[in-house]
């Protein structure tokens, strides 16, 4: 927990507005959003687009909010006619490219809400960047992408 609340407080100091700019790096995030789920689910999921416009590589090493116990990177697989999730440990950007993530792609897996998150709502969420400062990103809670 006091490893939580420091890794916290780092990335807070750290934070700066988008879009981030260090270590040669430009990060800009677009299209974040919350899926809005039943009262009670356990599992929310989350997209987003991320786009790197720097001159080198950065990695996304984990992603965290106060409002879900845990966040993970999964991507969804199609296997002899079944969806199945996997986890993914992070996402690798290469300079100038950008990674998104979409329903029936990959996705955040949102663990555990802290509170009932309806359409209208919005969450706060930390992007742990290997190398440089945590960015922060609010995301809307929404029906659908179309809301």
Not at 98 to 109: A, C, D, I, R, T
Not at 114 to 126: F, K, N, Q, Y
Request: proline letters at 6%.
């Amino acid at each position: 927990m006091i490893q939580r609340l420091l890794r916290y407080g780092l990335c807070a100091l750290l934070l700066a507005p988008a879009p981030a700019v260090f270590a040669g790096t430009e990060l800009r995030i677009s299209n974040a959003w919350i899926r809005e789920a039943p009262p009670g689910s356990s599992v929310l999921a989350g997209y987003l687009s991320i786009e790197n416009a720097g001159t080198a590589a950065v990695t996304i090493s984990g992603i965290s909010g106060d409002d879900f116990s845990a966040i993970e990177i999964h991507r969804t697989v199609i296997e002899n006619g079944v969806a199945r999730m996997l986890s993914i440990g992070q996402i690798d950007i290469p300079a100038g490219g950008s990674f998104v993530l979409e329903p029936g792609g990959y996705h955040l897996m949102l663990f555990k809400p802290a509170r009932t998150l309806a359409s209208g709502d919005s969450v706060e969420l930390l992007l742990h960047v290997s190398n440089g400062p945590c960015l922060a990103v609010t995301a809307p809670v929404l029906r659908n992408r179309a809301d």
